[in-house]
C-alpha cells in the first residue's frame, strides 16, 4: 500500500487548464444574458461559475448551475422570484 503513496503523478500539470476556466470560455450558455446576475436556488454567480442550465419563464431567461437548480425552481418559481426581488 505504501508503495502506491510514493508514486509520482502521470499528468504533466503545466499543460492543464483549470476546469472552471474551461467551462467559463467554451460554454455557449454563457454568452446569453439572464434576467438575474445569481443560481435562483444556490445563489451562485452566474458570471463567475457558468451556466450548465437554463429555464425560459415568462418570457425571461434563468441561468443554473446544474439541473437540480433547475428543477427546483420549476416545481415553485413565484417563490424563488419572490425571495430573489426581496433581497435586491
Do not use: R, W
Amino acid at each position: 500500500m505504501s508503495a502506491c503513496q510514493n508514486k509520482k503523478s502521470q499528468v504533466d500539470t503545466s499543460k492543464t487548464v483549470d476546469s472552471t476556466e474551461v467551462a467559463l470560455k467554451d460554454n455557449p450558455l454563457n454568452k446569453l444574458k439572464y434576467d438575474h446576475p445569481t443560481d435562483l436556488i444556490c445563489h451562485m454567480e452566474i458570471k463567475k461559475f457558468g451556466v450548465s442550465d437554463t429555464l425560459n419563464f415568462k418570457g425571461k431567461l434563468y441561468g443554473f448551475c446544474s439541473s437540480y437548480c433547475k428543477d427546483t425552481f420549476k416545481k415553485n418559481p413565484e417563490k424563488y422570484l419572490t425571495k430573489a426581488v426581496a433581497k435586491k
